[in-house]
């Protein structure tokens, strides 16, 4: 017996990852036959990114009224129609306006991308890097799933790069936005639990090559025709170049 379609109440819950397993696995089964509402939930999905690595890129005490999941609930709460991107961007930025927080707090990871080369890629691995980070988009043993995103979105700089030969296993991708585009997050780890970041970003303000510290963190970046490329890593890992330009060279 088929399962009933998802409310979408329900379709929010599963961008939240508030959904039952069992329930989570017939929503997604519904969405895969109905490539209009997956897109939607993926929207949904990036813009709740997006605000979560704009907080993680101010490194400020983000008030509970923008946590991005408390923000969706008030978005269904007052109106109960399907909402873009945009939407909820415009809603946490005026609850974070009554909660004494500045819009200046929302623009300045744009100020901070337009100093620091790809900031965002930065701002992604301390997000998604770290333990009990959400669950992935794409888990490792989704490779098929994941590449055809990365294909779709990237066209051939889009593919995964297998690491197995450097010690690295792919671990999962997570889905960002940017003021570009979609991004992605590919997480490796190694066996003695180091762990790197590769990233991939439609082209934006800086296309030369060259890399940075920040804090703790090594970002080494670089552009192939219309995608931007960085691999994040410890400062410390000594292996952490020779991963990047086995990266640039067959990725």
């Known amino acids: 017996m088929n399962a009933l379609p998802p409310s979408e109440d329900e379709l929010h819950a599963l961008v939240d990852d508030q959904l039952d397993p069992q329930r989570r696995g017939e929503v997604e089964d519904w969405l895969a036959h109905h490539p209009h509402h997956a897109e939607q939930v993926q929207a949904w999905k990036l813009g709740a ?25 008030q978005l269904r709460a007052r109106r109960r129609t399907r909402l873009g991107v945009a939407a909820a961007l415009v809603l946490a930025v005026a609850v974070g306006g009554m909660g004494g927080w500045q819009m ?12 620091l080369p790809m900031a965002d890629a930065v701002a992604a691995y301390r997000l998604f890097a770290t333990q009990g980070a959400p669950a992935p988009d794409f888990p490792a043993d989704d490779h098929a799933a994941l590449q055809r995103w990365l294909s779709t979105h990237f066209g051939q700089a889009g593919s995964v790069p297998d690491l197995q030969t450097q010690g690295f296993s792919l671990q999962g991708a997570r889905l960002v936005s940017t003021e570009q585009g979609p991004a992605a997050l590919l997480l490796y780890d190694a066996a003695d639990g180091a762990r790197i970041g ?13 890399e940075r510290t920040d804090g703790p963190l090594l970002a080494q970046y670089w552009s192939r025709g219309q995608t931007s490329f960085a691999v994040v890593s410890a400062a410390s890992d000594s ?12 990725g």
Request: proline share 8%; glycine share 4%; charged share 25%.
């Open 49 to 73: 990114e997006q605000l979560r690595v704009a907080l993680v890129e101010t490194r400020v005490q983000a008030p509970a009224q923008l946590d991005p999941a408390r923000v969706r609930r």
């Open 104 to 115: 200046r707090t929302l623009q300045a990871p744009q100020a901070a991308q337009a100093r």
């Open 198 to 210: 590769v990233y991939l970003r439609p082209g934006g303000y800086f296309r030369q090559p060259g």
């Open 239 to 250: 292996r952490a170049r020779a991963l990047a330009r086995h990266v640039a060279r067959d």
